[in-house]
């Protein structure tokens, strides 16, 4: 039987596409994956409008279990991925395990933050690597998001930072945080890579009716607002003027 890795979109339950609600509607057992992003409906809305019951999936069942896998011997099952399935590497390691069991796998694709920050208005094609921001603690202060910054920044590239977020934990860490994480690496490096004036992009809720998007200075977007989660960081590179002229838009009013 098949294992269905379904991206059902970034925030409603009405955004998976035709074909991956049509899986799911005939699928044995369907697992939401909880960890990754969050949705602006909740799981009931989800079983209401597919029609079946979800059964919630944390990182220890995706990524320490064989359960869905091994389910996926006997049954029909779909794994369900808040944007796209293959966004992360953690859905593409349970692509493998399939593989590896002789279970057949199908991927269902969907709309990604990878390409929905688009809206912000930088060309898709000019960002470089994406890295995540991660919650430091005492024993874990990565400073790998500004070694990528300054990686695509030689090139001249655009980069995206993935922002932390614990669902379970209901902890999510905002623009603001992150800002703050890099300040504090630059205040121990001193590179003068990212500054309080570094040009930054803050983006909240994309695809949603609601979304917030501001730029404007590392310094200024401290002091902003950008509500309830997920949000996001761009750090432009070089700008095309096009993108200049559509960075306008989003700039804080003086």
């Not at 590392?218 to 949000?231: E, R």
């Amino acid at each position: 039987m098949p294992l269905h890795l379904i991206g059902i979109g970034l925030n409603y339950e009405k955004d998976i596409s035709v074909r991956g609600l049509e899986i799911v509607k005939k699928c044995d057992l369907i697992y939401l994956e909880t960890y990754s992003s969050v949705l602006a409906c909740s799981l009931a809305d989800l079983e209401k409008f597919y029609g079946k019951k979800i059964i919630p999936a944390g990182r220890e069942l995706v990524e320490q279990s064989d359960e869905i896998v091994d389910n996926a011997i006997k049954k029909e099952v779909a794994l369900l991925v808040i944007g796209d399935p293959l966004s992360a590497t953690t859905h593409i390691d349970i692509m493998l395990r399939a593989r590896k069991k002789g279970v057949l796998f199908n991927v269902i694709n969907n709309a990604s933050i990878l390409t929905s920050v688009g809206i912000a208005g930088l060309q898709i094609y000019k960002f470089g690597k994406t890295s995540s921001v991660p919650f430091p603690d005492m024993h874990f202060q990565p400073v790998t998001a500004y070694e990528v910054v300054k990686q695509n920044r030689i090139l001249g590239l655009h980069t995206m930072l993935i922002l932390d977020l614990r669902p379970a934990e209901n902890k999510f860490m905002t623009v603001n945080q992150a800002i703050e994480i890099l300040l504090g690496i630059e205040r121990h490096r001193q590179e003068q890579l990212f500054t309080e004036d570094t040009l930054c992009v803050g983006c909240a809720r994309i695809g949603r009716g609601d979304f917030f998007i501001k730029a404007g200075s590392a310094k200024d977007l401290l002091s902003v607002d950008f509500g309830s989660p997920p949000h996001c960081l761009l750090v432009p590179g070089e700008l095309h003027f096009i993108e200049e002229e559509a960075l306008e838009a989003w700039k804080l009013k003086e």
